[in-house]
């Protein structure tokens, strides 16, 4: 099963991550939440920057590998 983790357009250019919540890249984004959707489409996942997740008081989803 595929994963999207940044929307298209998103650069991937060095190691930062996106932040969904503020809409940018961000060198502390982690998954806070995994978003299944219908039709079979790949689920996504949802990341949050460490100042964002502070601020919203969200916690880093555990992924087990």
Do not use: N, W
């Amino acid at each position: 099963m595929d994963l999207v983790t940044r929307p298209s357009g998103a650069s991937e250019a060095g190691q930062s991550g996106f932040c969904h919540l503020h809409g940018g890249e961000s060198a502390t984004a982690e998954v806070i939440q995994i978003v299944e959707r219908p039709s079979g489409a790949a689920p996504y996942a949802l990341s949050a920057c460490a100042p964002c997740r502070k601020e919203r008081g969200l916690a880093v989803l555990a992924v087990a590998a």
